[in-house]
C-alpha cells in the first residue's frame, strides 16, 4: 500500500484528508482584514491631511505620502511588527502599500547573511519580484485597452 | 536475524545516555522542564540561525556524552543529519569532534533512522559506541522551505511550527532502556502535494511501518505503554489512528504524536510542532526520562519524514515520506 501505483486508493485518501481538513474561517478572516486595510488607510489619510496642512501639493502631496507609508512598513518590518499583523490582518496588511515594503525588507533582512550582494541585493526581490512582473503587465494590458476605447 | 521489514537484536543494544536542548517557545511547553538545556535566546548567541541550530547539535552531542562520563575518544561513530540543504548542521557539528561521521537525511525521521542504524552498528559488534543526533531549528527551516521571517502573512489552519532543538543518545552495550527491533520504513506517496498539509502526506507512511512492525513482530499494539509518532501533528494523528483502525489495528488507545503534545497551542502552531528537533527533543527528553524511571515499560517509536524539497514541490510533485519504527523496552 506504498501509494502511488493505486490509484484508486489515491483519490480515496485525498477525498478523506480533504473531509478531515480545519476549516479556514473566511468570515472572520475578511473582517480583520477588512478593519486593519482600512485602518491603514486611515492613517495614509491622516498623513495625506498633515502634510497638506504644512503646504504640499498635487503629485508632491501623493508622493510623500506613499514615502512615509513605504518608511513605516520598512521600520515595523524591521521591528519584528509587521509579520505578526500580517498573520493576524492577512490581505488587509498585504494588499496597502506598505506590504509591498513588507515583502522587500523581509528577504533583504533575512539573506543578509549571505553577504550585500548576492545576499541582500539579489535576493529582495524573491518576493516582491512577481508582485513588480505582474503589476507592470497588468499595468501594460490596462493601458492598451485604456488607449483603444 | 530479519523477519520481513524488521531487524531483530539479538544482543540487545541500550540507549547510555541521551540529551536534549530546545528553544524559548519549546521551554513552554512539556519538555522545557526535562531538557538538559533550554534557551532563552533562538540565536544561541551566534550571528545566523544556521550556527545556531550547528551549536545546538554540537552542544546535545556533548551533554550526552558528557552525562555518561566519557570524552570523544570512547564514542565509535557520530550518526547525524538535519533537515538544511547537504546536511550542514549534521556536518558542521562533526568537524568539533574527533568522530567518525555518518551523515544520514530522512527529514524529520533522522532521529529514529540514526538510531536503528547506531543500534545495528553496535549489535553486530562494529562498533562499541554510536551517537545518533539530530536538530532543526524553526528560523533556518522557514528560510529554506517557505518564506522570510518578516514577511507578513497568514499560515494555512493545516500548517505546522518547526520546532527549534537538538536531540542526542548514545547506543551502546550496557544501559536500562534496551533497543529490542526496528523496522526500515518504505516510502509512501499518496499523493498529498499539500506542503502546508505534512500531517497528512506523512501518516500512511507511519501507519504503513507501525503496521509492519506489529505483523513482524507478531505483537499487538496494547502490548505497547506508547506508540510514539514523529511529527504528524493532531490533523495527523487522527488520520494515523483511522488508517490502522480500517487495516484492523487499534492504535488510539496508546499513540502519541510528539509534535501533538510539544506546544501549548495558543498562537500560530495550529497542528503542533514538526521538523526533525521534534521527535529528537520529546523523546530524549520527556520520553527516554520517564522511561527511564519506569513509567513505560515498552513504546514503539516511530519517526515519520516528509522527503521533499521545495524544487520538487515547485514542480508540482507529490511528497513522499517514510517512517523508521524503533522499539525500546526496559
Redesign the interface.
Known sequence: ????TTEN???N??N??KS??????HFK?CLSAFGVGGLICCIGQFIRFMLEYIGLSGDELAGTTSVVLIFLGCLL??L?V??????Y??AG??VPIT?FA??V???A???K?EGWIYGMAAKMF??AGAIVVFGVFSGVIVGLIYYFI | MKKGNTVFFKNKPCIESFSAVCGSKEKEGIIGQYADIALDDDMYGESTYEKAECKMLTTAILQCIEKRGMTEKDVDVLISGDLLNQIISASFAARDYDIPFLGVYSACSTMSESIMLGAMLVNAGYVKRAVAATGSHFASAERQYRYPLELGCTRPPQSQWTVTGAGSCMIGKSGKIKIVSATMGKVCDFGVTDVNNMGAAMAPAAADSIMQHLKDTGTQSDDYDMILTGDLGALGSRIVKDLCWEKGFDISKVHVDCGEIIYKVVENEFQGGSGAGCSATVLNSYVLTKMQAGLYKRILFAATGALLSTVSSGQGESIPCISHVVEMEL
Open positions: 500500500m506504498t501509494g502511488k486508493f489515491n483519490s485518501y485525498l478523506y484528508i478531515q481538513d480545519p476549516p479556514t474561517q478572516n518590518t524591521g519584528g509587521y509579520d505578526r499583523i500580517g498573520r490582518a492577512g496588511s498585504i506590504g513588507n515583502s525588507t523581509s528577504p533582512i533575512e539573506f547573511t524573491t518576493v
